[in-house]
């Protein structure tokens, strides 16, 4: 699958800072907080925080930040509100230290009429009711307005139709965030001669996934609906200007790891290949964030700890260990 995946390779430095103008401007500082909360002015928790065109939810570490964030964009039929009530979201990234954000995807049809939500990736934008790239940024920066979250460590994640979102947008919007993270998903419709820019892409996926397949296009009639997954790698491993690649790097939470090497300075691009179908691994949360550790080369503006760990000075425990993974998938 992977034999198609490499055209010539150059050299030249990483373009641009990692935020536009978009993230520019002061973060409105939080207050104290004694555990998680959401920051907006309602009156319950989980309540939505409204921007124009649609909502979102924020979960908030203890402490005054800059928090990292990590943005989330879950799959087909998902909902806001299930992901910040999920136990496992609350436990590996808000209480990491991450603030969490959820943005409320609109409903569409599917095949079969089936209705649902669905975010508004190219292949479909046309028929979509809004922007969603456009919702996106004014989802992150009205977050901003009220916390205060570190501009320079938003970490994009998604899974299924939510990783068909991410994938997209670490080719075209790259400027959105440091870091972008892809599960069960592929790039969406027939692949770009080029991505903007070098980014860091990590991307899981299941030789055993029966919806978005590991290898292979996928397509509605003649239309491609998913684009074949190693060509969409090799997308990025050219964008990245990789020379190695893919190469075996052992197991990384329980997955087994391939890494492209010899990349563009401040670029990543890494697989781990799981055999739980399009299922959503509980490994993936502890995976997507150490992973980020072990790429990021700007130095933290706040130190990310877990509620009860041992004072600063202490080090996690190196990636590597294996994790469990969840019987259910959440939406």
Not at 36 to 42: E, G, M, R
Not at 106 to 118: A, E, M, P, V, W
Not at 119 to 148: E, M, S, T
Not at 257 to 278: F, M, P
């Amino acid at each position: 699958m992977f034999g198609r995946m490499f055209g010539p390779m150059f050299g030249r430095m990483l373009r641009g800072g990692l935020l536009a103008a978009l993230l520019a401007g002061p973060a409105a500082p939080a207050a104290a907080q004694s555990g998680v909360i959401n920051p907006c002015a309602f009156s319950e928790r989980d309540s939505a925080c409204r921007v124009e065109d649609g909502e979102y939810r924020v979960l908030l570490p203890q402490g005054l930040g800059p928090f990292p964030a990590l943005v989330y964009l879950y799959g087909s039929l998902g909902e806001s509100r299930r992901i910040t009530d999920s136990r496992q979201f609350r436990e590996e990234i808000v209480r990491r230290g991450y603030a969490l954000i959820v943005p409320q995807a609109l409903d569409i049809t599917y095949l079969g009429s089936l209705r649902g939500t669905g975010w508004g990736r190219r292949i479909r934008a046309a028929r979509h009711p809004r922007d969603d790239v456009d919702f996106l940024r004014r989802v992150v920066f009205d977050a901003r307005r009220r916390v205060n979250i570190d501009p320079g460590r938003i970490i994009w994640a998604g899974h299924s139709d939510g990783g068909y979102m991410v994938f997209e947008m670490a080719c075209h919007h790259p400027e959105m965030g440091v870091a972008f993270a892809s599960h069960a998903a592929s790039y969406g419709g027939m692949l770009p001669r080029a991505c903007r820019r070098p980014v860091r892409l990590l991307h899981t996926h299941s030789p055993d996934d029966r919806i978005v397949p590991f290898a292979g296009e996928r397509r509605q009639g003649p239309i491609v609906d998913s684009a074949d997954l190693g060509e969409a790698l090799g997308l990025i491993a050219r964008t990245n200007r990789c020379r190695r690649g893919p190469e075996p790097a052992g197991r990384f939470f329980g997955f087994e790891r391939q890494t492209w090497s010899d990349c563009e300075h401040g670029s990543a691009l890494d697989l781990l290949i799981h055999d739980r179908g399009h299922g959503w691994p509980a490994a993936w949360l502890p995976a997507v964030l150490d992973w980020y550790d072990s790429v990021s080369f700007r130095p933290a503006v706040s130190r990310t700890i877990r509620v009860g760990e041992p004072a600063p000075g202490t080090r996690r425990k190196v990636p590597g260990a294996s994790g469990g993974f969840f019987k259910s998938v959440p939406k």
